[in-house]
């Protein structure tokens, strides 16, 4: 425990977990990103894909997956509001 009441962290464990989290906002903006170009089956498949998977691994290893869904549903939003900015601006050209 460090001087200031909290639990040192080893570095590499915590790159890895800045890294796994910034991979669920990336996958979601993706996703939303597919949807603006791509046919919708494939954002759906994405979107499907990554559930299931985050739910197989709740079920597993009990992971608390609602923090990589909740990680992966702010990038997806961050992604919906690009879409709609960009949707504005073009048309305002």
Avoid: S
Wanted: with cysteine; hydrophobic share 55%; aromatic share 10%.
């Amino acid at each position: 425990m460090e001087g200031n009441g909290k639990l040192a962290m080893n570095p590499l464990r915590a790159a890895y977990i800045t890294v796994h989290r910034l991979a669920h906002y990336l996958w979601g903006l993706l996703t939303a990103l597919a949807a603006m170009l791509l046919p919708q089956v494939i954002p759906a498949i994405m979107f499907i894909g990554f559930v299931i998977y985050e739910l197989d691994e709740e079920w597993h290893i009990r992971d608390r997956a609602y923090h990589d869904i909740r990680e992966y549903l702010v990038g997806l939003g961050v992604g919906v509001v690009v879409d709609a900015i960009v949707k504005t601006v073009c048309e305002g050209l």
